[in-house]
Each structure stands twice: as structure tokens, then as C-alpha cells.
């Protein structure tokens, strides 16, 4: 799978969107991005993936850019509870399971 | 559904002791997971099952960790004998591959201190 490349941390404003971006420049073509949260103590957990399309749930918002080299997951208004570090994957889709490497992620600090 | 379930939620133990970790993963998942997660090296995947049939266990640190899945509810990670340098938390995870799309559901972790 593509490796990625995340900032190590970043602050934001509670109340205002926090948007992480991650580079991933060696994507493949049936490769999907995928982004887990792990908040202190807790296991981590999913939040969104797509392809090429933009993507939003009740959590958040994926953007990826049409040459699929980078994506940005926007959490549109970020709370304290939104602390965590989040990590961004590139991963096939495919019937048998491709194993997940989890890098080290962004670190995210919502400040009040 | 409950979610994946694991025991204990901490364990602490003295260098040298066989240690067993539970996992009980979501009904209709056939896929379970074992990670370790530790300041220095972050989450690692351990090992996989499919089907309780393990699949890739390259993650694995050496002959002292073991896995089984006897059943599809059922799962362990014995490290015999522990040390100091196994002291981390413990994650197992469960998913299931429909239609090409997987997401792994985590545990809430086990936290391991060997003295």
C-alpha cells in the first residue's frame, strides 16, 4: 500500500472546523483513503474513506484532490472532545483483507 | 451489539509470567485482529485471522507471543515467558469484508506492565 505523510500536530479553535490534511503521492488507482481517530486510552476508530469522490458522514467531511495526491478530513465545528490523533491510510478494497499500516498521525488539540 | 470485548483491561505481572489476553470480537466478523500500540513504535499489527484461520503473522515479535482463534467468538495472545519490553497496550480489532469495503472495529485495549 501507499505510504503517507501527515503533520505530526496541529491546534484548533473549539467551535471552528479543524481541517488535517494528509499527502499521499504514490497512490494507486484503486487505492482508498481511509481515516481512523484514536482518542487518549481509547482503540481507534473509523471515520471516513473514499476514492476520488468528496465524502461526508455525521463525523466529518473527506476532500481529495482530483489528482488524489493529498486529502484533507474536515471535522466542520471541532470540540474538545474532537482531541485525538488522527491517522490518514491507503488501502485496496478488495473481497480479501489487505493488512492496515497505521503511521504515526496527527496529533489534534482542540483548545477551548 | 456490544462492540469487540477484551480482558482484562489491565494486566500487571511480573517478568517471566505467562500472560493470556482475551478478545471477543463483533458477531458476524470474520476477520480479528491484534495490534500493540507503545510510545516508541506505535500501533503494530501482530497478527490476523480470517475465518479463524491466522493469515499473516509477520508482525509478531518472536516465538514467545502465540495466538489462537479455537472459535469465530473467541480469540487469545499468550506471551510466555513476559518481560519488561512487552509493556503496552493491547488492541484486538474485527471486521468484515462485504462487497470489497472493510472497516476494523478496536477493542478498548488491554494494558499490559511487566515488572
Known amino acids: 500500500d501507499a505510504k503517507t505523510t501527515q503533520p505530526p500536530s496541529m491546534d484548533c479553535a473549539e467551535g471552528r472546523a479543524a481541517n488535517l490534511p494528509c499527502n499521499h503521492s504514490t497512490i494507486s488507482g484503486n487505492e482508498y483513503v481511509y481515516w481512523y481517530r484514536q482518542i487518549h486510552s481509547q482503540g481507534p476508530q473509523y471515520i471516513i474513506h473514499?476514492?476520488?469522490n468528496n465524502e461526508t458522514n455525521e463525523m466529518a467531511s473527506l476532500i481529495i484532490t482530483e489528482d488524489r495526491k493529498s486529502s484533507t478530513l474536515i471535522l466542520p465545528h471541532a470540540t474538545l472532545r474532537d482531541t485525538a490523533v488522527y491517522y490518514c491510510?491507503?488501502?485496496?478494497?478488495?473481497?480479501?483483507?489487505?493488512?492496515?499500516?497505521f503511521g504515526p498521525g496527527t496529533s489534534l488539540s482542540v483548545i477551548p | 451489539d456490544a462492540g469487540v470485548i477484551q480482558s482484562p483491561r489491565h494486566e500487571v505481572t511480573e517478568m517471566g509470567q505467562e500472560v493470556t489476553l482475551r478478545c471477543k470480537p463483533i458477531?458476524?466478523?470474520?476477520?480479528l485482529f491484534w495490534y500493540r500500540q507503545t510510545m516508541m513504535r506505535g500501533l503494530e499489527l501482530l497478527i490476523y485471522f480470517n475465518n479463524n484461520v491466522p493469515i499473516d503473522d509477520s508482525g509478531m515479535p518472536e516465538d514467545r507471543f502465540s495466538a489462537k482463534m479455537p472459535n469465530a467468538s473467541f480469540s487469545t495472545l499468550k506471551i510466555q515467558p513476559s518481560e519488561p519490553r512487552d509493556s503496552a497496550v493491547y488492541f484486538c480489532a474485527s471486521s468484515r469484508v462485504k462487497g470489497g469495503r472493510d472497516t476494523q472495529y478496536f477493542g478498548p485495549g488491554t494494558r499490559l506492565t511487566v515488572l
Open positions: 491510510i491507503v488501502r485496496v478494497e478488495r473481497t480479501s483483507y489487505d493488512k492496515v499500516i
Open positions: 473514499g476514492l476520488k
Open positions: 458477531s458476524g466478523h470474520d476477520y
